[in-house]
């Protein structure tokens, strides 16, 4: 099975609280790598997502230490969905 990470990263204008932390995030740039393992199919080649990974702290944080936290898929595309909401 082959399978590959990619990155990007996420913008959030405003405040955040991840599910699995009791303290909010501070709006920011921020790394999430999602994994992905290759799908075989007739024609094409095609990937899906398997995980999702967020680095805290935001990116350009004065912050040294790094964490990367697993997030599932739908908690990203919620905090996603509701910061564009408030904008």
Known sequence: MTTR????????????RLPSFTARQPAGLYRIDYDEVQIEAAARLAWRRTGAFIFLPAIGSKSTAQQMVPIAMADL??????????S
């Open 5 to 16: 990470t990619e990155q990007t990263n996420v913008d959030f204008s405003f405040p955040f």
């Open 77 to 86: 595309h919620t905090l996603i969905e509701r910061d564009h909401d408030q």
